[in-house]
Every structure is written in C-alpha cells, then in structure tokens.
C-alpha cells in the first residue's frame, strides 16, 4: 500500500529563516516523489519532482531511500512562500497518494 | 502556459440528483485523473483514465460514479445519484505520460470544482 506521512499539520516561521517541511512515504516498489504547493484560493501546482533534482523558488527536496524521506528545504523564507504544501507519492500505477499537508506561514 | 479548466467552479445540488463536472485537460495530454478533497482531509484518488477507458479506480469510485470523454477536448465525471458524503471540492489533473514516465512531467491540476450536496 502506498502512504505518505506529513507530520506538521502547520508550520510557522519567520522571514529570513531556514524551512524544513517533512515528508515520509511508504512503498515497496520504486517512489516517484512531488511536491505540490497550492496558495490561497489557487490550484494545486506542481513545485518539485524527485527524478529532475531542481530547484524551484529556492525549494529543494532530496529523496532519502534509506529514511523513506523526501523532505521539503529553503534556506532562507520569503512571506510569498506562505502556502499549504503537499507531498505526494506516484507508484506503478496510475495514481497519486497524498499526504495531508503542511500550512507554512512565513510571518514578516 | 496551457491550464487544466474546470466548470463549474461550484455545484450545489440535491441528494439523490445527478451530477456532472467537467475539465478540459491540456491539449496535448493523454493521462486523465479525478481527485477530491473532502473539506479538512487530504487529496484522495478517485480515478485515472487513458485511450478512452479507466486505468485505475479507488474504492471511492463506486458504481455512482463514472467518467467519460464525450469529445476530443472534455473528460466528465458523472455521480448518478449524490449524497451528503459527495460533498466535497473534486480536482481534474491531466499528465503528458503515464506513471512510469510521470516524474518527467507530473500531473497538472485544474482550479476544482466545489459540490455542495444538500
């Protein structure tokens, strides 16, 4: 069975300061890993992808095997950033498991 | 930059009345996905859709609900007979390929549409 696990329902920092929003997952085949963002009243939008290892907005995730983790980072927090965050999980079928999110507030 | 769309951006309706929500995927894909999000609970997978049949199908999706692609442009989600649990907002993504080729491109989301069940 596919699940993701976001611990931190909310998340508040304030501007300037490192983030660190977590995601765990659990699979047996080989994880597919995202990172979704949806900002107030905005559609889901698609921020990160394990497989490209980019960096989008100053966001990076790197996918950890061994932890089963795909943790969310920026070094430094921009009051823009203030979303809900969603991790999501893609296995060998057709579908996306999500976790239930992360409020990030960024206070000025 | 092309957008999933959705219409109507909220539905309210009836119990035991029959729905449709509509999304026009994005032009050049091909993999098609209902999600829904009940108020305060996560994303959940209803189904996914490709060459004109389904691919997969949570428990969620029940014999109430069905989709179809009428046209070459819209893909609908059809709940036949609506109860107070349906009311939730429902997601329409579309990706370029299918999951073993997803992390190239991932799935895009439409804005949702809002079912309200009374």
């Known amino acids: 069975a596919q699940r993701v696990t976001q611990p931190e329902k909310l998340l508040s920092v304030f501007k300037g300061a490192p983030v660190e929003l977590k995601c765990n997952y659990s699979?047996?085949?080989?994880?597919?890993l995202f990172w979704y963002v949806q900002y107030s009243r905005q559609r889901l939008q698609l921020l990160l992808r394990?497989?490209s290892r980019e960096s989008i907005k100053g966001f990076t995730a790197d996918l950890n095997k061994g932890e089963t983790s795909f943790h969310l980072k920026k070094p430094f927090a921009q009051e823009e950033d203030s979303a809900m965050y969603y991790c999501?999980?893609?296995?060998?079928?057709?579908?996306?498991?999500f976790g239930k999110g992360t409020l990030l507030t960024v206070n000025p | 930059e092309p957008e999933v769309t959705q219409t109507p951006s909220h539905q309210v309706t009836q119990m035991g009345q029959e729905v449709i929500l509509r999304c026009v995927p994005i032009?050049?894909?091909?993999?098609f996905y209902w999600y829904r999000q009940i108020l305060g609970q996560k994303v959940e997978f209803l189904v996914s859709?490709?060459?004109?049949?389904?691919?997969?199908k949570s428990e969620i999706f029940d014999d109430q609900f069905s989709v179809e692609r009428p046209d070459g442009s819209n893909f609908t989600l059809k709940i036949r007979s609506t109860k107070l649990e349906d009311s939730a907002m429902y997601f329409c993504?579309?990706?370029?390929?299918?999951?073993?080729?997803?992390?190239?491109?991932?799935?895009?989301f439409g804005p949702g549409t809002r079912l309200t069940v009374t």
């Open positions: 993504a579309s990706s370029e390929v299918g999951l073993r080729g997803l992390a190239e491109g991932g799935q895009y």
């Open positions: 699979y047996s085949g080989s994880p597919e």
């Open positions: 394990h497989i």
């Open positions: 999501a999980l893609g296995g060998s079928n057709y579908k996306l498991t």
């Open positions: 032009s050049n894909h091909l993999y």
């Open positions: 859709f490709y060459n004109n049949e389904i691919s997969e």
